[in-house]
């Protein structure tokens, strides 16, 4: 154990509660006491059990594969990887004469065996590629036997090239209905990063039959709701899509496990995103990635020459303490625990043989595996504190902070444009440079037109795609002349001026693209007032994920509809959020609807183009006020470097 404590002597560091510099630094406490009381309401609901999902999605894939029987080798998109782990391991296919197993590559194959079987997402350049297989096979007059298994569903795109390439006769396509991996106890996925660029970006709606599906899904193992809520364009065709499938399906009456759904879009809020995460598992997420409920820590975490795969979810005892923790109290937690480890380990002193033998077979196995944990969430810590805890990162949260509130605007495009020029970050500075614009309600067009230059002569001129992207999503905009007094006269006066369509929809749709972040920021109270202080280790609002500077706009849409049940008295709110909103009364009554039971206090929350940890974090301290549990269910999760990396169009 004495590596532990070595790894906990003296942690002293900046805490990260800078908000827009007018508060100091203080010293990070590393007592017992600094961990965080939770004390949240203790007549929660207890959560479905999600695990009937797995078992669902593994006996259709075995029941697909056993339809070609005989010896087969699998070719596997490198995406599905990751989640047929969690579903189905080497051995299960092996036990169903899958003899090899190779990644989608795109490259010609090497492969012996006379069937093929090939499991795939939906993408019309993995079946080109297997046309080509096919037809370089007929050419060279080899035979062999060829399915697809396409997931979570084919489409039409996909059987025409087959047709086109005059292979459709020569391979049997099959779907394999996986639409949900359960990554935690409340946390589901889609595993479907690509949904927030095909549709908020290309406007490809494919994805939300697929959605709808998954919701449909759901439903008919958990529900039925009694009521569903949501905001954005794509939540109301998810619900649309969901519902048109719920009236063709039969419905069974049954006590509910999922009483409320709240549907919302990416792109209602893309505030939080952006911001730095400082809760334990976000940041976690931030500097190791997160992939598919595991993470891979190197030998810097390690502290040998070996990188350790680790499953990151409620398993893990030392995790499920600290994920939802704000940073500074992590290491106050961590030292605790290894006070507890050793005293655990020092009771075997003195004990007979009986005892020792009942200690070895109960509890050193657990004391071990727990120790092990500790050990690595130390070293992932200590990692994070080097990178995170640097002059440079209080600087860039205290610019963040100012941002959200408003503050010191000049001084913040200042250290933007430092940050460009000195290249410390690609990623970071685009993430500056969308926080400042979203906050902003756009930049001025001198200002706009100089840092995308500087951007541009800093990171390369193939970031251009990239500004038009930006653009185009309204993450990054410039204000239109007179834009900044009077946004409604002006687009009113344009749309008299221009007859044509093709200016009226543009009128439309730069007005759409409005951020309005300083009225909602105002209307929700985002911001907690700035003179009070506020105690990371006893949190009073979910503002304490971003170091109590700022309430997820998302989580608190959430909230306030929660409470008035539904929309109403919310109408200004929604008009700055574009509309789109919807609350639709399920098939309970309203006397059960009304009466707080169990179900009714279980909320699944879907998000559409991804969802962060912090706000995962949130919803989970939102329910231990309120006596509610949150089921997060996610296209997939991300953060901001996945946000804006989906939204890259350099061809470097």
Same mark, same amino acid.
């Given at each position: 154990?004495?590596?532990?404590?070595?790894?906990?002597?003296?942690?002293?560091?900046?805490?990260?509660?800078?908000?827009?510099?007018?508060?100091?630094?203080?010293?990070?406490?590393?007592?017992?006491?600094?961990?965080?009381?939770?004390?949240?309401?203790?007549?929660?609901?207890?959560?479905?059990?999600?695990?009937?999902?797995?078992?669902?999605?593994?006996?259709?894939?075995?029941y697909l594969l056993e339809q070609l029987p005989g010896k087969k080798d699998l070719f596997i998109d490198a995406d599905l990887m990751s989640p047929l782990d969690r579903i189905a391991n080497v051995t299960t296919l092996k036990q169903h004469e899958v003899d090899k197993l190779y990644k989608v590559e795109l490259k010609p194959i090497v492969s012996t065996s006379d069937q093929l079987c090939f499991l795939i997402r939906p993408r019309i350049q993995t079946v080109k590629w297997i046309a080509d297989i096919v037809n370089s096979d007929k050419a060279s007059g080899r035979f062999r036997r060829y399915k697809i298994i396409f997931t979570p569903q084919k489409f039409y795109a996909c059987e025409t090239v087959l047709e086109e390439q005059g292979v459709y006769g020569d391979v049997t396509t099959d779907e394999w209905a996986f639409y949900l991996l359960p990554l935690d106890d409340d946390i589901i996925s889609l595993e479907l990063p690509e949904f927030f660029r095909d549709n908020f970006l290309e406007g490809d709606q494919r994805w939300v039959t697929t959605a709808g599906s998954a919701l449909r899904?759901?439903?008919?193992?958990?529900?039925?709701?009694?009521?569903?809520?949501?905001?954005?364009?794509?939540?109301?065709?998810?619900?649309?899509?969901?519902?048109?499938?719920?009236?063709?399906?039969?419905?069974?009456?049954?006590?509910?496990?999922?009483?409320?759904?709240?549907?919302?879009?990416?792109?209602?809020?893309?505030?939080?995103?952006?911001?730095?995460?400082?809760?334990?598992?976000?940041?976690?997420?931030?500097?190791?990635?997160?992939?598919?409920?595991?993470?891979?820590?190197?030998?810097?975490?390690?502290?040998?020459?070996?990188?350790?795969?680790?499953?990151?979810?409620?398993?893990?005892?030392?995790?499920?303490?600290?994920?939802?923790?704000?940073?500074?109290?992590?290491?106050?937690?961590?030292?605790?625990?290894?006070?507890?480890?050793?005293?655990?380990?020092?009771?075997?002193?003195?004990?007979?043989?009986?005892?020792?033998?009942?200690?070895?077979?109960?509890?050193?196995?657990?004391?071990?595996?727990?120790?092990?944990?500790?050990?690595?969430?130390?070293?992932?810590?200590?990692?994070?504190?080097?990178?995170?805890?640097?002059?440079?990162?209080?600087?860039?949260?205290?610019?963040?902070?100012?941002?959200?509130?408003?503050?010191?605007?000049?001084?913040?495009?200042?250290?933007?444009?430092?940050?460009?020029?000195?290249?410390?970050?690609?990623?970071?500075?685009?993430?500056?440079?969308?926080?400042?614009?979203?906050?902003?309600?756009?930049?001025?067009?001198?200002?706009?037109?100089?840092?995308?230059?500087?951007?541009?002569?800093?990171?390369?001129?193939?970031?251009?795609?990239?500004?038009?992207?930006?653009?185009?999503?309204?993450?990054?905009?410039?204000?239109?002349?007179?834009?900044?007094?009077?946004?409604?006269?002006?687009?009113?006066?344009?749309?008299?001026?221009?007859?044509?369509?093709?200016?009226?929809?543009?009128?439309?749709?730069?007005?759409?693209?409005?951020?309005?972040?300083?009225?909602?920021?105002?209307?929700?109270?985002?911001?907690?007032?700035?003179?009070?202080?506020?105690?990371?280790?006893?949190?009073?609002?979910?503002?304490?994920?971003?170091?109590? #500077?700022? =309430?997820?706009?998302?989580?608190?849409? &959430?909230?306030? +509809?929660?409470?008035?049940? %539904?929309? $109403?008295?919310? @109408?200004?709110?929604?008009?700055?959020?574009?509309?789109?909103?919807?609350?639709?009364?399920?098939?309970?009554?309203?006397?059960? #609807?009304? =009466?707080?039971?169990?179900?009714?206090? &279980?909320?699944? +929350?879907?998000?559409?183009? %991804?969802? $962060?940890?912090? @706000?995962?974090?949130?919803?989970?301290?939102?329910?231990?006020?309120?006596?509610?549990?949150?089921?997060?269910?996610?296209?997939?999760?991300?953060?901001?470097?996945?946000?804006?990396?989906?939204?890259?169009?350099?061809?470097?």
């Amino acid at each position: 154990m004495s590596q532990v404590f070595t790894g906990l002597r003296n942690k002293s560091a900046l805490v990260w509660d800078v908000r827009s510099g007018r508060r100091e630094a203080q010293l990070w406490c590393c007592s017992a006491e600094s961990h965080m009381a939770h004390t949240g309401r203790r007549d929660a609901p207890e959560l479905p059990d999600f695990s009937l999902l797995k078992r669902l999605a593994r006996d259709q894939l075995i029941y697909l594969l056993e339809q070609l029987p005989g010896k087969k080798d699998l070719f596997i998109d490198a995406d599905l990887m990751s989640p047929l782990d969690r579903i189905a391991n080497v051995t299960t296919l092996k036990q169903h004469e899958v003899d090899k197993l190779y990644k989608v590559e795109l490259k010609p194959i090497v492969s012996t065996s006379d069937q093929l079987c090939f499991l795939i997402r939906p993408r019309i350049q993995t079946v080109k590629w297997i046309a080509d297989i096919v037809n370089s096979d007929k050419a060279s007059g080899r035979f062999r036997r060829y399915k697809i298994i396409f997931t979570p569903q084919k489409f039409y795109a996909c059987e025409t090239v087959l047709e086109e390439q005059g292979v459709y006769g020569d391979v049997t396509t099959d779907e394999w209905a996986f639409y949900l991996l359960p990554l935690d106890d409340d946390i589901i996925s889609l595993e479907l990063p690509e949904f927030f660029r095909d549709n908020f970006l290309e406007g490809d709606q494919r994805w939300v039959t697929t959605a709808g599906s998954a919701l449909r899904l759901v439903y008919s193992l958990y529900g039925p709701f009694s009521k569903v809520y949501g905001i954005g364009r794509c939540a109301k065709m998810v619900y649309e899509s969901w519902r048109d499938q719920v009236e063709d399906g039969e419905q069974k009456a049954r006590q509910p496990e999922i009483g409320n759904v709240f549907l919302i879009d990416r792109d209602v809020d893309f505030v939080t995103p952006l911001c730095s995460q400082v809760v334990y598992e976000g940041l976690v997420d931030d500097i190791f990635r997160i992939k598919c409920g595991s993470v891979e820590f190197g030998p810097e975490v390690t502290s040998s020459d070996k990188s350790v795969k680790v499953m990151v979810n409620s398993q893990d005892k030392v995790f499920n303490e600290i994920r939802n923790e704000h940073f500074s109290n992590v290491f106050g937690f961590l030292s605790q625990k290894a006070r507890n480890l050793q005293t655990a380990y020092d009771k075997r002193r003195g004990m007979d043989i009986q005892q020792m033998k009942t200690f070895v077979s109960e509890e050193l196995k657990g004391l071990k595996q727990e120790h092990r944990l500790l050990s690595l969430h130390i070293g992932a810590s200590e990692c994070i504190m080097k990178k995170k805890t640097k002059q440079d990162f209080q600087e860039l949260l205290k610019t963040e902070h100012s941002l959200l509130e408003g503050f010191e605007v000049r001084e913040c495009i200042s250290f933007i444009e430092e940050h460009i020029n000195r290249q410390i970050s690609m990623i970071d500075s685009l993430r500056l440079l969308c926080l400042l614009s979203i906050t902003e309600n756009g930049l001025l067009p001198k200002d706009y037109r100089s840092l995308k230059a500087q951007y541009l002569q800093s990171y390369g001129i193939e970031h251009l795609l990239t500004f038009a992207n930006l653009k185009q999503i309204g993450l990054l905009v410039e204000q239109q002349p007179g834009e900044t007094l009077t946004v409604m006269e002006s687009k009113v006066g344009k749309l008299v001026n221009d007859k044509t369509a093709g200016k009226l929809t543009d009128a439309f749709s730069s007005l759409a693209k409005k951020s309005n972040f300083r009225a909602l920021s105002k209307r929700l109270v985002l911001i907690p007032k700035s003179g009070e202080e506020y105690d990371l280790r006893v949190p009073r609002d979910m503002a304490y994920i971003f170091s109590g #500077a700022y =309430i997820p706009l998302s989580c608190k849409l &959430i909230e306030q +509809v929660l409470e008035r049940d %539904g929309w $109403t008295g919310l @109408e200004e709110v929604t008009r700055m959020l574009n509309g789109h909103e919807f609350a639709v009364t399920g098939g309970t009554n309203g006397t059960e #609807a009304r =009466i707080k039971t169990d179900p009714q206090r &279980i909320i699944l +929350v879907m998000f559409l183009g %991804g969802c $962060t940890y912090s @706000e995962i974090s949130a919803l989970r301290f939102l329910g231990r006020e309120k006596g509610y549990k949150f089921i997060v269910l996610t296209t997939a999760i991300t953060n901001s470097a996945r946000l804006l990396e989906a939204l890259l169009d350099n061809h470097a």
